[in-house]
């Protein structure tokens, strides 16, 4: 059986309709979300993605928030470890991530322990919360109040 592929996958800054279009492919065709779990009550990559994720197996990865290099790093190798038996059973895996994945997000820390293992892995980028900020307040990037 052929390995799966790991997708990380942006899923924008809030608003599901910032989702990009291959974002909602790519979910919709994973046979496994993946979701980053900081330990809160709410997975607010989960609570965007939505009805995307009914009937799909989830993967809660730790995530924890800790200055604690070898804790955080044992998190990330764990998760590696879950992510790539399924991929092993030929499974797509969807890790989804707030805004742009590329930008200060766990899945680079998970990638890299699965990428360097030898699986295959694709990037998934998004909209930031920087350009859905600028969009709102109607602020052009070179600076210029538009009629927004």
């Known amino acids: 059986m052929r390995a799966g592929t790991l ?7 809030g608003d599901p309709e910032l989702m990009t279009v291959k974002a909602v492919r790519v979910i919709r065709e994973a046979d496994v979300v993946a979701l980053p779990d900081a330990g809160g009550t709410e997975l607010t990559a989960a609570s ?25 790093r044992a998190a990330h190798e764990a998760t590696a470890d879950q992510i790539c038996a399924l991929l ?11 805004g742009d994945i590329s930008l200060y997000s766990s899945f ?22 920087l350009s859905a900020a600028a969009a709102t ?5 070179n600076g210029v109040y538009s009629s927004i």
Not at 7 to 13: A, F, I, L, M, T
Not at 137 to 141: D, E, P, Q, T
């Open 7 to 13: 997708y990380g996958v942006s899923v924008g800054p």
């Open 48 to 72: 965007i993605a939505g009805g995307l994720l009914q009937g799909k197996e989830r993967l809660l990865c730790p995530t924890p928030m800790s200055r604690d290099r070898d804790a955080v």
């Open 88 to 98: 092993d059973g030929g499974k797509a895996v969807a890790y989804l991530c707030l």
């Open 108 to 129: 680079s820390y998970v990638c890299d322990v699965v990428r360097g293992r030898g699986y295959a892995t694709q990037v998934v980028p998004g909209v930031t919360s």
């Open 137 to 141: 307040l109607g602020v052009a990037h």
